[in-house]
C-alpha cells in the first residue's frame, strides 16, 4: 500500500482554513533529518545548473521519496522563480555544502572578489571617524575575511581530493581526459589561488590581512572609545589567525597540490616518448624498420641508488600503454621454448589479492622482505623469474593504503621502523630498505 492513495496528495496545496504550519529551527532541521536522502538527490540534482531546478524536474524527485511539495516552498528549501523553475537560497547552498562535503569550485574571479572586498572594508576603516560606522565596518570586515577563509579552506581540501583521486584514476578515466583535467585545474584554479595567497605577492591577500592585523592591533591600544577598542582586538586576534590558516593552504597548494597536479601533466610527457619508442619496436618487428635505427637508451650502470621511490601507477600506465598500441595493427611476438611471457599486472584483482594475503601474514615482521617472498611464490607458478623494480614498487604501495585496509578489513596497521636495513636484489635494481614491522593495531 503506497504511503499516500494519491500522488496529487503530495502536491496538495493548503487551504486558506487549514492549520498553518509551525515554522522554526527545530523544525525546519526536523525535516532534513526526516529526509535527508532527498535533500542529498535534490543538491546534487540542482548543483549541476547552479542550484536552478525546474519544477517537473523537483515534483518527480518528490515523488520517488514520497515528500510533499508544499512542504519545501513552506520551509523555503526551494524558492520559486519565472519559467517554472526553483532554485535552493544561498543559505542552504552553503549549509548543504558544508554538510555534505561538496563544494562547487567557483572560478578564481568569485575567489578573488572576497580579497577586493576586503580591500576595501579596511580602506573605509582606515578613513572612518564615526564610532557607530567604525563598529559596522569592523563587524562587515570579520565576516568578509570568514566567508573567504572557508571558500579557500573548502576549495583547496576538495581540489587536493579530487588531485589525488585523478591520480589514482581508480574511477579508470580516459588518460588524455586525466591530463586535460589536471591541466585545467592548474591554469584555472590552482594557480591563481596561489597567486592570491602567495606571501611575497604585494597585492595577494596575505598582504592584505598583515596590514588589517597591525593596524587593530595598534587600535586595540589607542581608539578613544572603549567598546570599540575591544572590537579591534577581535579582529586583530581574529586576522592573526585566518593569517595561520592562509599560510597553511598556501603551503598546500605549493608543496602538495601544483606539484601533485604537475606531476599528471608531466606523465603525459614521459608515457608519448615510451609510445614512440615501443611503435619503433613494433616497426621493427613487421620488418618495415632495422634495428640498427632504434633509439639508444642510457641505463644506470651502477644499480646501487641512494634512494626509493614507490608508485602505485605502473600497472596502470602499462595497461594504458597497451591500449594505445591495439589501436594500430596488432602483431605478436613468439616468446622462445625457454621464455615465457610476461603479463603481471598491479590490476585491482592483484591488489586485492595481495591485500588478503597481507592481512592474513600479520603479523609480518619485515614487509619489503615479504613483498619480494609473496612475488616470487606468485611468479613462480607462472615460470616468470623477472622480479623487477615495477612489480615489486606495486606490492611495496600496500604500505600506504590504511584507509583501504580499515575499509575493507575493518583493521588498522600499526608501522614500526626497525634501525636494521635489509637488502632487496631484483632483477633490475638494488634496493636498500628499512625492515619494518607490520601488525594490527586496533579491530
Request: hydrophobic share 35%; with cysteine; charged share 30%.
Amino acid at each position: 500500500m503506497p504511503r499516500f492513495a494519491d500522488q496529487t496528495e503530495i502536491f496538495r496545496a493548503r487551504k486558506p482554513t487549514d492549520k498553518p504550519m509551525n515554522i522554526n529551527g527545530k523544525s525546519i532541521l526536523g525535516f532534513l533529518h526526516r529526509y535527508y536522502d532527498f535533500v542529498y538527490r535534490l543538491f546534487s540534482i540542482a548543483k549541476q545548473t547552479n542550484f536552478f531546478i525546474k519544477e517537473e524536474t523537483l515534483k518527480d524527485i518528490c515523488r520517488e521519496f514520497e515528500v510533499p511539495f508544499d512542504t519545501l516552498k513552506e520551509y523555503r528549501i526551494v524558492r520559486e522563480q519565472r519559467n517554472n523553475e526553483y532554485n535552493l537560497p544561498s543559505v542552504y547552498v552553503q549549509f548543504l555544502s558544508h554538510l555534505f562535503s561538496d563544494y562547487a569550485m567557483p572560478l578564481h574571479e568569485s575567489v578573488d572578489k572576497y580579497r577586493v572586498s576586503i580591500a576595501n572594508y579596511y580602506t573605509q576603516l582606515l578613513q572612518e571617524k564615526e564610532h557607530n560606522k567604525v563598529n559596522d565596518l569592523i563587524n562587515s570586515l570579520v565576516s568578509e575575511i570568514e566567508e573567504f577563509s572557508e571558500i579557500i579552506e573548502n576549495r583547496t581540501r576538495q581540489l587536493l581530493k579530487e588531485t589525488r583521486e585523478l591520480k589514482s584514476n581508480l574511477s579508470q578515466i580516459d588518460y588524455l581526459d586525466k591530463i586535460r583535467k589536471a591541466s585545467y585545474w592548474i591554469e584555472n584554479y590552482i594557480i591563481p589561488l596561489n597567486d592570491i595567497l602567495e606571501r611575497e605577492n604585494p597585492h595577494s591577500v596575505y598582504q592584505e590581512l598583515t596590514r588589517i592585523s597591525d593596524f587593530a592591533s595598534r587600535q586595540q591600544y589607542e581608539y578613544p572609545r572603549f567598546e570599540i577598542r575591544n572590537q579591534f582586538a577581535t579582529l586583530y586576534l581574529y586576522s592573526k589567525n585566518i593569517i595561520d590558516e592562509v599560510l597553511k593552504n598556501s603551503a598546500i597548494i605549493s608543496k602538495e597540490l601544483l606539484p601533485l597536479a604537475e606531476r599528471i601533466k608531466s606523465e603525459s610527457q614521459i608515457l608519448s616518448g615510451a609510445i614512440a619508442y615501443l611503435e619503433d619496436i613494433r616497426q621493427v618487428a613487421l620488418g618495415l624498420k632495422k634495428s640498427e635505427e632504434l633509439p639508444q637508451i642510457a641505463f644506470f650502470e651502477n644499480t646501487r641508488l641512494n634512494h626509493t621511490l614507490y608508485s602505485e601507477s605502473f600497472g596502470q600506465d602499462a595497461k594504458f600503454l597497451c591500449e594505445r598500441l591495439q589501436e594500430s595493427e596488432s602483431f605478436v611476438l613468439q616468446p622462445t621454448k625457454n621464455e615465457v611471457s610476461d603479463t603481471w599486472f598491479f590490476d585491482l584483482e592483484t591488489k586485492n589479492y595481495y591485500k588478503k594475503k597481507l592481512v592474513q601474514d600479520l603479523p609480518i615482521d619485515n614487509f619489503f622482505q615479504w613483498c619480494y617472498n609473496s612475488l616470487q611464490a606468485e611468479l613462480q607458478e607462472t615460470a616468470i623469474q623477472n622480479i623487477n623494480a615495477e612489480k615489486f614498487f606495486a606490492i611495496s604501495s600496500l604500505l600506504f593504503l590504511d584507509e583501504e585496509f580499515e575499509k575493507d578489513f575493518h583493521i588498522r596497521l600499526e608501522t614500526v621502523f626497525e634501525p636494521e636495513k635489509v637488502e632487496i636484489c631484483l632483477a633490475d635494481l638494488i634496493l636498500e630498505v628499512p625492515k619494518i614491522l607490520l601488525k594490527i593495531l586496533k579491530k
